[in-house]
Nanobody, 126 residues
Framework: QVQLVESGGGLVQPGDSLRLSCAVS??????????IGWFRQAPGKEREGISC?????????DYADSVKGRFTISRDNAKNTVYLQMNSLKSDDTAIYYC????????????????WGQGTQVTVSS
């Protein structure tokens, strides 16, 4: 059983940066075959996949158009942690952010998700 615990959410102003962390337990990222990524759910909207990184030795990444160029996903195998660096935040980025485990490829669709974290709230407001 893989467990995912997110942290790093909070209240920031437009244009600010924030880094989310996803601590992974129950497996080792360095040998784990599945992709890991981030979904988010804004108020009144469905959850959407926004970023993904392949595991093991392949660090290929994928981003939704809405965050491309502003968000960066990375993983630290030694810390068994996946990060989402979010820059130039906008009010539209306000959402609950979820760390997920998908299948063997990116992007991760909702049907691909095998494990969800509990989510962390990000609010972008002036």
């Amino acid at each position: 059983q893989v467990q995912l615990v997110e942290s790093g959410g909070g209240l920031v102003q437009p244009g600010d940066s924030l880094r989310l962390s996803c601590a992974v337990s129950g497996t080792r990222l360095v040998t784990y075959a599945n992709a890991i990524g981030w979904f988010r759910q804004a108020p009144g909207k469905e959850r959407e996949g926004i970023s993904c990184v392949l595991s093991k030795s392949n660090s290929a990444t994928d981003y939704a158009d809405s965050v491309k160029g502003r968000f960066t996903i990375s993983r630290d195998n030694a810390k068994n942690t996946v990060y989402l660096q979010m820059n130039s935040l906008k009010s539209d980025d306000t959402a609950i952010y979820y760390c997920v485990v998908g299948g063997l490829d990116c992007p991760i669709t909702r049907a691909d998700v095998r494990y969800w974290g509990q989510g962390t709230q990000v609010t972008v407001s002036s």
